[in-house]
């Protein structure tokens, strides 16, 4: 059988910790950092130096945050930037799979549409609420790409609203400050 592109799932750093994940970072699609098949906050790519940025300003220990992309893992270059349907639909059921071994997760964080439209189908495919499950769900601006294509000050505006974000997440983890 041949498998379909996207389909190997890239290696996690171990710095983030299935044991002790609280909360998920859902992006819509992998920065460039992730073509070697490793996801990592201290990737060279945009989202990952975001993602670090935001970790220190909410004084966030990463071991308690999984980043998970909506699907697929790695996308052939010139693919368009927003994701399928299909993509969409193909990434349900791994994700519904880390849900059930994660029963620790209380707040998953969409960054951009694309993560947020990916939970909404999710939800209405699997017919259940995450809320019903005591996950909270959060809507944020992308970490990368167009969402950030705007003046300094609107970046520092989303940045806040980022780590506002996470830090209300980290409360109802019960997630302390380091």
């Not at 220990?61 to 052939?76: F, H, K, Q, S, T």
């Amino acid at each position: 059988m041949e498998k379909k592109p996207g389909s190997n799932v890239p290696y996690i750093d171990p710095v983030h910790d299935e044991d002790e994940c609280r909360i998920i970072s859902l992006q819509a699609s992998p920065g460039k950092g992730t073509e070697s098949g490793f996801v990592s906050h201290n990737n060279d790519d945009e989202a990952a130096r975001r993602a670090t940025q935001i970790y220190e300003l909410a004084e966030l220990d990463p071991r308690y945050v999984m980043p998970w992309n909506a699907y697929p893992w790695v996308r052939e270059s010139g693919s368009p930037s927003a994701l399928s349907v299909q993509e969409k639909t193909d990434g349900l059921r791994p994700f519904r799979q880390f849900l059930k071994i994660n029963s620790r997760v209380s707040a998953i964080i969409a960054h951009g549409t694309d993560a947020s439209t990916f939970l909404t189908l999710f939800e209405k495919t699997y017919h259940s609420s995450l809320k019903n499950s005591g996950i909270k769900i959060y809507k944020a601006s992308a970490l990368g790409g167009r969402a950030f294509a705007v003046s300094e000050a609107k970046q520092e505006e989303l940045l806040t609203k980022s780590v506002e974000t996470y830090r209300d997440a980290m409360q109802r983890a019960g997630i302390q400050h380091l």
